[in-house]
Nanobody
């Protein structure tokens, strides 16, 4: 069973930045289709940014375009979050798809493996 662990969350002031990391137990994430999703209390889960298996295809939600960047190295996946707003407050998770696919999509039902998430709170 693939286990994922997100880290890097915390309390940040509006306008600030934070970098989230995602690692998988025992494997490298460099060939998987991955995503970053978030869920705020009382709201539906939202696909923030997703990446296809090759890394060439990336998708961003309109609400974060120009502010967030998804990337990865040989082992981990990252989400660089800039110009943060209070509405970005949520638990952020980095699920992984079980199939190899070039196209990045951000539909949560397509992702088989999920971690516990990391809380990001944007507040002064």
């Amino acid at each position: 069973q693939l286990q994922l662990e997100e880290s890097g969350g915390g309390l940040v002031q509006p306008g600030g930045s934070v970098r989230l990391s995602c690692a998988a137990s025992g494997i490298a994430l460099d060939a998987y289709a991955v995503g970053w999703f978030r869920q705020a209390p009382g709201k539906e889960r939202e696909g923030v940014s997703c990446m296809g298996s090759t890394g060439a295809s990336k998708h961003y939600a309109d609400s974060v375009k120009g502010r967030f960047t998804i990337s990865r190295d040989n082992e981990k996946v990252y989400l660089e979050m800039n110009s943060l707003k209070p509405k970005d407050t949520a638990v952020y998770s980095c699920p992984v798809r079980s199939i190899w696919i070039v196209q990045a999509t951000c539909h949560p039902q397509e992702y088989a493996y999920w971690g516990q998430g990391t809380q990001v709170t944007v507040s002064s």
